[in-house]
């Protein structure tokens, strides 16, 4: 099969990084194939709706550093249970993975490359099912895709979160408070424990390991008692209480994964406050870790994603999603890719250093 023509979306929950896929893509595709680039707005939506964008050497001119995704993203658009009427308006899920077909064809695209997390992924699994050349890109601030070691964007976020650990250090100093910091992460706690280790946070909860207060208390009290008059809590929006569900922040329907978390740390810093009658302040991060310029890091990542995408369309290896493992570029099977999400060990090697260097994960 000889590609003339490709299309590039993005979508789900954005993250610092996308433009500079995007910008591999149509980079590598122009100047190394001879390709045609057009862009889908607003993720799965745009493809329904043939809403597109041609994207040329000039679109991407200077969108490397720019957060964001200049394509616009959706998390709730499924071609294969789609829930909005002409209008926008919301409707009960319908059918519209073939209206997205044939707006391919109607574009004369050969193949297209998307970039998103497990959501976006898994509808991009059943378009390659339904015979689409596709190739997937791994997004997702939450780093949990299984099926690659590291995802664009994971580093940025990261970033922000330690910096916040590093600031509350200084207030909760001066001020002798405990801190609590809440973190993004959805189920995987690997924001809170990064930032966590990074900005020396005293205790660190995450949903791989559940936590009972009275460890969480004892932590603090301990820290008192040995002099130390502050204390900083980073917790994982999806950390919970020993036989307790995460916290659920609100319902969003139609999303891929509807439900939202958030607020945990409210709960643990009023327990905190009673128990050991210390000021305790609680700072919830939310979308300022999916927000900005991305890092170095990411911008290398999401360039060499980009680049590997469009080679393994011009191999004829579709249905793969490329990936990072140890120092290299490689892929796997999207299938593969969507079925599991990726999480921290609880009994893992950086578990145990956090623990050997005095964190506390509010369990024993
Ligand atoms: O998956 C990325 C993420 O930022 C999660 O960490 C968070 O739980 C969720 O998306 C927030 O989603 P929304 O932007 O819809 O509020």
Known sequence: MKIKKIGVLTGGGDCPGLNAVIRAVVKSAIKKYGWEVMGFIDGYRGLVENWTIPLTDQTVSGILVRGGTILGTNNRANPFAYTYDENGKTIPPVDKSKVAVLNLKRNEMDAFIAIGGDGTLSMTQKFWEMGIPVVGVPKTIDNDLSGTDVTFGFDSALCVATEAVDRLHTTAE????????????????????????????????????????????EAVKNRDSRGKNFTIVVVAEGAKEVGRDAVVQRIVKGSHDSVRLGGVSYKVAEIIEKETEIETRVTILGHLQRGGIPTPFDRWLATRYGAAATELLSEGKFGKMVSLRGTEIGNISLKEAVGSLRLVDPKGEEVKTAIATGVSFGNE
């Not at 001066?174 to 930032?195: N, P, Q």
């Not at 900005?199 to 969480?216: Q, S």
Request: hydrophobic residues 50%.
């Open 174 to 217: 001066s001020h002798h408070r405990v801190m609590v910091l809440e973190t993004m992460g959805r189920y995987a706690g690997w924001i809170a424990l990064r930032a966590g280790i990074a900005g020396g946070g005293d205790v660190i909860l995450i949903p791989e390991i559940p936590y009972t207060m009275e460890k969480v208390v």
